[in-house]
């Protein structure tokens, strides 16, 4: 039976992979390049088709390979998210029941930063006003608003991805998320948040084709204190690639759609 990474690596093998990460995360900062896609106004133009390769959507924390999940090495800055007492015992919870319970499986929006770093692409479509993010599972789309304006001062309710207000800080951007719906994961093995998650990402071009992500998130009813994701991003360059729209249909009437699977 699988069981929390904790309980399958070795102290020894978590520092390794936490002073690896480290490594990567220095070197790829490091090599920033001043030859970079740029808008008309000078600015860092991250428009394109970008998608992640790696493990982070199978579990944030360093991880052994299970039945539904490759192995990773994680790419929480520290290794370990900072849980409180009881939401430690919530997040065990739902890996035990992540089959039925984690909302991707019920076609449910991705929220954020979970949609960056899900293995599917996702087009940036950037403008001195705003970006647009549309991805391809769902086509949810997300708009990150880099004109000044403030996050709403009320909302009705939550938002699956939350309110975007970006702005550059030199060639990173800066986005500050808030005003999220509570019913989202952080990934398929049950990390998860509450509707007082606030996100704070750095989006940064190194090279034409890869940007640096960073998110640290703050949720003071489900950590003890705030935590950093780092992860990679890679344009998609494949001849004639384009998204399309991943079609995505509830467990439940599973039985009443054609089925990826080739189930009827």
């Not at 849980?83 to 035990?96: S, T």
Request: aromatic share 10%; net charge negative.
């Amino acid at each position: 039976m699988a069981q929390l990474h904790s309980t399958v690596l070795s102290r020894g093998l978590k520092a390794a992979v936490l002073a690896l990460s480290l490594v990567i995360g220095h070197s790829a900062s490091a090599q920033v390049s001043a030859d970079i896609p740029r808008q008309a106004n000078g600015k860092p133009d991250l428009s394109g088709i970008w998608q992640i390769l790696g493990e982070a959507d199978y579990d944030l924390e360093p991880h052994a390979g299970r039945r539904d999940a490759p192995p990773g090495p994680g790419v929480v800055e520290g290794g370990t998210i900072p849980y409180r007492a009881d939401a430690l015992e919530q997040r065990k919870e739902n890996f035990e029941q992540r089959a039925e319970d984690d909302p991707a499986k019920k076609c449910w929006s991705l929220g954020v930063p979970r949609s960056v770093y899900y293995p599917a692409p996702f087009q940036i479509f950037q403008r001195e006003r705003d970006l647009t993010l549309i991805h391809q599972l769902g086509h949810q789309v997300r708009t990150i608003h880099t004109n000044g304006t403030l996050h709403p001062v009320e909302l009705d309710a939550g938002l699956w991805l939350g309110d975007s207000r970006g702005k550059w800080e030199g060639d990173t951007l800066v986005v500050d998320v808030n005003g999220f719906a509570g019913e989202t994961w952080l990934d398929r093995s049950g990390n998860f948040h509450s509707e007082s998650l606030h996100v704070v990402e750095k989006w940064t071009l190194i090279d034409a084709n890869t940007i640096s992500y960073t998110a640290t998130m703050d949720d003071p009813e489900v950590f003890t204190a705030p935590w950093t994701i780092d992860v990679l991003l890679h344009r998609r360059r494949d001849k004639n690639f384009q998204v399309i729209e991943d079609y995505c249909f509830t467990l439940p009437y599973d039985q009443y759609y054609p089925h990826k699977d080739g189930a009827q």
